[in-house]
């Protein structure tokens, strides 16, 4: 293998310990057959199971391919991502999940097009084999996303994906709390392009992301990227303010012309009512935005590495990269 390779693999690693074996007879195979100089960075993310066994074994096995990043505890998948990154030496680094959902032979498809000139190869799952309402929760979302935030990504769930140095670095530069890679990368990219990639049912194992973990990370998704849900609360505010100026200008006329009434009094509850929850709505959206600032200002690390396993080469050429890349920032 070269000095620095062609293509670098990120995976991140939670509790895969039944998909692992698979992953490797699949994985491997593939980047030898594109003829190309490759290394893979396994990031293990806090694993219970035999996670990091497997991965020492497959390290020793292929010492000068593989690279294992151990965090110290569970920092979640984005973290592992942007850590896989940060390792990555690659001209081209391409993302996937260690579940095989996103068959490892299409890797080839992204080279190709990043060998093309696209710095960004965004992908779109065919005939997806996850459940009914994951399907339906992701068209509905991307539609929402679409509408109040720059970021276009047709298949946001997919972590199959491409990138370029040029937009590794961007990424490797972000100090974001709260990072949503494919969107960022969407916005560095100068020319991004999508292709469709097949997609397969999980091979063993539960999926880690439940429906509140869906609905947490596409809600940090779209604040992380637009103020327009706290516009759209502050129109909301100035229209309900306005119909209950006119309601209280009704009813101080009726009061004049017709005379007080006691009827319609658990009409106004309700209508009381929906402007408690309107209020409490848009507390929440604003405490949203201010945990973001918060979760920011304390500048804590993304993630805690506990050790690496690489080759002592490629030990040595890292160090020196960043040696360089240091003289650079000054």
């Known amino acids: ?78 973290s592992a991502v942007m850590a896989g990154l940060a390792y990555a030496r690659g001209e081209y680094v391409v993302t996937l999940d260690a579940d095989l959902q996103n068959p490892p032979e299409e890797i080839g498809k992204l080279v190709g097009m990043l060998d093309q000139g696209y710095d960004y190869v965004g ?77 397969e049912e999980r091979f063993a194992g539960n999926s880690k992301y439940s429906m509140y973990s869906l609905i947490r990370l596409n809600f940090d998704l779209i604040t992380g990227f637009s103020v327009v849900p706290l516009q759209l609360f502050s129109m909301t505010g100035m229209l309900v303010a306005l119909i209950s100026a006119v309601l209280f200008l009704v009813l101080l006329v009726r009061r004049i012309w017709v005379g007080s009434e006691a009827e319609g009094l658990f009409t106004l509850f309700a209508f009381v009512f929906f402007l408690i929850g309107v209020a409490l709505f848009g507390i929440g959206l604003l405490g949203e935005y201010v945990g973001r600032i918060y979760a920011q200002v304390r500048e804590r690390p993304r993630y805690i590495v506990e050790a690496v396993l690489e080759d002592e080469s490629n030990a040595l050429n890292r160090r020196a990269q960043d040696r360089v890349g240091q003289e650079l920032y000054r």
């Open 1 to 78: 293998m070269s000095e620095t390779p062609k293509l670098s693999v990120v995976i991140p690693v939670y509790n895969e310990e039944a998909v692992l074996p698979t992953l490797f007879t699949r994985l491997y195979p593939a980047l030898d057959a594109l003829g190309i100089s490759y290394e893979i960075v396994f990031v293990n993310d806090g694993s219970k199971d035999r996670s990091v066994a497997l991965l020492r074994q497959q390290f020793s096995l292929r010492p000068r391919e593989t690279r294992v990043v151990l965090f110290h505890a569970n920092f979640g998948q984005h």
């Open 123 to 199: 992908t779109i799952r065919q005939q997806r084999q996850d459940s009914w309402w994951r399907r339906w929760f992701s068209r509905r979302i991307n539609k929402l996303r679409e509408m109040i935030t720059p970021v276009r990504i047709t298949d946001q769930g997919c972590m199959m994906r491409g990138y370029a140095r040029s937009v590794v670095t961007a990424l490797n530069q972000t100090r974001e709390v709260n990072t949503f890679i494919p969107a960022l990368a969407s916005l560095y990219a100068m020319k991004p392009i999508e292709v469709p990639i097949t997609h």
